[in-house]
């Protein structure tokens, strides 16, 4: 399609996620606001009902992400939003969503915490709840943004990724990346990738609703399509029904990994700045990842080779690539706005390369630029 056709604007980034959502094909949201996420339910709220989808505001953040799951099961792309306090509530439902392999995306639009904490400041602290939020050994994938092009973007992946592995996908922002303005060119619709849940092509009496296999993503049947069987929080057999049988307690959860391991390099993304020649690396993600661009091209400016790995994927957590940045550096330094939730992981995959330096606050405001940069002149 034409650039002329193309339409460039200026928006935040909660407007982007939003716009991402849309274009990967969402079609129901339900929420509770809360700040610094509401813009992304009041912009759903009067764009969905124009292309025929539904929003729904909800009672509280349980419920919403109750509402979620059911449309999901039903065969709507959906997506809630919500910040720190909500994210606690919603967890038992995310459990839920995780064990019945129910395709949805939760964003996360952090802020500083815990309890009511910070309502209007950014913090990263949320990045070990989206990993191990809800009880049990499950697997999940959660993905940060760092712009408003990446708000987008990402968005459209988190969609595309909780549809091919049947999967519920927790997206972090945060209030920085949440407010900033910058413009942003939204691609033409049939210039996005979308990628649509695989669908039973067997009659119903034929159909097996978790069935094992090979890939690991069975196909997902649409309540009302005629498929009716069996949706429950229990451990489940290929049926869909509960089971203390160890064989098939084993095989299932077996499987719920497997979906996920066996795609690994699909699923971790990074971003890779200027790190092939690096003597420090910054490893980093969010809204922090552009104060560690910005710190690593000024550093470059005064005789110092610094490079930045940006995550993408926070989880399942990208050794391979961050385990690479880790043996060519003389230092590694992870910023982060947290007591040093990433950075643990970065050490804990660090068998004695390098040095590994955390820089964090956790005071309500952005790690700048300058921190970083001192903290290089340090390092050197």
């Not at 922002?173 to 900033?180: G, I, Q, Y």
């Amino acid at each position: 399609m034409a650039n002329k056709d193309k339409k460039s604007v200026l928006i935040q980034g909660n407007q982007a996620i939003v716009e991402g959502a849309i274009a990967a094909g969402c079609n129901f949201y339900a929420g509770y606001p809360i700040t610094p996420a509401t813009e992304i339910a009041e912009m759903m709220a009067n764009r969905l009902p124009r292309i025929g989808g539904t929003f729904i505001q909800m009672e509280d953040e349980i419920a919403s992400m109750g509402a979620t799951v059911g449309a999901a099961l039903s065969g709507a792309k959906a997506l809630t939003a919500t910040s720190g306090p909500g994210f606690s509530l919603k967890q038992e439902i995310i459990g839920y969503a995780c064990i019945t392999e129910v395709p949805c995306v939760i964003v996360n639009v952090m802020r500083g915490g815990p309890s009511t904490g910070l309502p209007t400041c950014p913090s990263q602290g949320d990045v070990m709840q989206a990993r191990w939020g809800t009880h049990g050994d499950h697997p999940i994938i959660v993905l940060a943004v760092s712009s408003v092009e990446d708000s987008f973007d990402i968005t459209v992946t988190a969609f595309n990724m909780s549809e091919k592995f049947r999967t519920p996908v927790i997206l972090l922002s945060d209030e920085v990346v949440a407010h900033t303005r910058e413009k942003f060119e939204i691609p033409d619709p049939e210039d996005v990738q979308v990628y649509n849940r695989v669908k039973p092509t067997v009659p119903p009496e034929w159909y097996i609703p978790y069935e094992n296999t090979a890939r690991g993503v069975p196909p997902m049947a649409s309540f009302g399509d005629g498929y009716r069987y069996h949706v429950t929080g229990l451990v489940h057999d290929i049926h869909g029904f509960p089971t203390e049988r160890r064989e098939e307690v084993k095989a299932f959860t077996e499987r719920i990994h497997r979906k996920i391991s066996h795609f690994y390099k699909e699923i971790q993304i990074v971003k890779k700045y200027m790190t092939e020649d690096a003597d420090v690396n910054i490893i980093a993600y969010g809204s922090v990842a552009r104060s560690a661009i910005h710190a690593a091209k000024e550093a470059r400016k005064q005789g110092f080779k610094v490079g930045v790995l940006q995550l993408v994927t926070l989880f399942p957590f990208p050794r391979k690539d961050v385990e690479e940045v880790l043996r060519s550096s003389k230092r590694v330094i992870v910023p982060e706005m947290n007591m040093g939730q990433i950075a643990r992981e970065v050490k804990r995959v660090n068998k004695n390369y390098t040095r590994v330096v955390k820089l964090n606050r956790y005071d309500g405001s952005l790690i700048n630029p300058d921190e970083i940069l001192r903290l290089i002149r340090e390092a050197l």
